[in-house]
């Protein structure tokens, strides 16, 4: 591995800066400024598919550009540093489109990935996994889903569902194979299916800050065709496995809070901190000294994991490792954030005069605690280290 990035990865590198300077001054987005990812606009979707990079990484017979895991690691680095609304097309080309192209069936392919790669309309997804009573433990989810015919009868609930409010459709497990005697991982299906079936209710779950981003979503007697059934039924759990992997191993969870680190840094450099507080402020540029150490490192990690994709290797346990060590630096990010600025950093709100940063710092800080949930629990993906990469033997 090389620690530089090589002559063509540079000149892309550059391309993609010139191409964001050029063209976010003038798109219109909803914008959710705390979350880089979070910013909704099709219409920068589409510029975007126009470069051809909306599946960077995917086949060339799936519309895809078949370049590799560094590139589409340039690529997001770059999105998330100039805070891109690529809300649209997100969930659809990191999740969906990849379980579709490895598999799906072959009309799920012909209609999906083309809409996908060119940011067509009502393509939106939510992901339909964790439960009340099934989160770290997916295999215990207890929604089914039972063959009826030529369609799948849906029961159950799911929880804490990102999106499902605007999201055209929802990529659900679910058990296929009722009989309790069976293990969850032998017996639950990936489907997917449209919000808008009869017998689907999308309730509200307002988080911390007080905003609607989740979701609770019941199913009542929902049916679905069986042509919605994507890959092998009962094998569902394999395949999520799978995906997992490429949900881990993004730059995203190391740098949806880059803005609180570069206000950070600039308070520091330009001596901000009150100067009858001199312990402070040593204290701070040595906080920040670790900050800076694990933001490299977080970043080699990310880069490291997206040249083993590209080089074949298998990455469970080296996305996890990247993870649970990104997440849990904008844990500490966001804590020296509010150190530093001590107790004006309660202050919310984007117009207060008195909340430094535009009330930046209490908004991420209390995020924070979902960083190190989503997509997996540390303690989950630590677990993930020590069974699958240091192979030691369960507790
Ligand atoms: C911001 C955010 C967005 C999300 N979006 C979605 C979404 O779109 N779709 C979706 O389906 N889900 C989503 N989730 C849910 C997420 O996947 C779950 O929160 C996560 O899997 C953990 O499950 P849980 O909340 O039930 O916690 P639990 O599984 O109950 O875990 C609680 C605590 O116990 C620890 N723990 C549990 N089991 C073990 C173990 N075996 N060993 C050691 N420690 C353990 C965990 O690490 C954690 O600290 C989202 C969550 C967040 C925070």
């Keep these: ?85 690529t809300g649209y097309h997100f969930v659809a080309e990191r999740q969906i489109g990849p379980a579709i192209i490895k598999f799906g069936q072959q009309w799920q392919k012909d209609y999906f990935l083309p809409r996908f790669i060119n940011a067509e309309d009502n393509i939106s997804f939510c992901l339909l996994f964790s439960e009340p009573d099934a989160g770290s433990d997916l295999a215990a989810i207890k929604t089914t889903a039972i063959l009826e015919g030529d369609s799948y009868v849906i029961n159950g609930q799911k929880v804490w569902s990102s999106g499902a409010h605007q999201a055209d459709y929802g990529w659900l497990l679910a058990r296929t194979n009722p009989d309790p005697s069976l293990p969850g991982h032998f017996a639950s299906s990936e489907m997917m299916l449209d919000l808008k079936t009869p017998g689907i209710t999308i309730r509200p779950i307002l988080n911390i800050m007080g905003e609607h981003h989740f979701n609770e979503v019941f199913f009542d007697n929902v049916r679905i065709d069986k042509k919605y059934l994507v890959g092998k039924e009962n094998e569902g759990f394999k395949q999520i496995v799978a995906q997992l992997d490429y949900e881990r191993a993004g730059i995203e969870r190391l740098m949806q809070n880059h803005l609180v680190y570069e206000r950070l840094k600039g308070h520091i450099r330009d001596g901000d901190i009150p100067a009858h507080d001199p312990g402070l402020a040593y204290w701070a540029k040595d906080a920040f000294a670790r900050i800076e150490t694990e933001l490299n490192i977080g970043r080699m990690m990310c880069y490291h994991t997206a040249w083993m994709i590209d080089n074949g290797k298998r990455v469970s346990s080296q996305a996890a490792l990247c993870k649970a060590f990104c997440s849990q630096y904008e844990h500490r990010l966001n804590d020296v954030a509010t150190r530093v600025l001590g107790a004006s950093s309660l202050i919310m709100g984007e117009e207060n005069p008195y909340a430094p940063w535009e009330g930046l710092v209490p908004q991420s800080y209390l995020h924070s605690p979902s960083y190190t949930l989503q997509g997996g629990a540390v303690e989950i993906l630590k677990n993930i280290v020590a069974q699958r990469g240091l192979k030691l033997p369960r507790a």
């Design 1 to 85: 591995m090389k620690f530089t990035l090589n002559k063509e990865q540079e000149a892309f590198r550059q391309e993609v800066i010139e191409f964001l300077e050029k063209e976010l001054p003038s798109v219109t987005y909803d914008l959710d400024r705390y979350h880089m990812v979070g910013g909704i606009s099709q219409e920068f979707s589409r510029k975007m598919a126009a470069k051809n990079w909306i599946g960077l990484t995917w086949p060339k017979e799936f519309g895809g550009s078949e370049r590799g895991y560094v590139d589409k690691m340039i690529l997001s680095e770059q999105l998330i540093r100039h805070r891109a609304p």
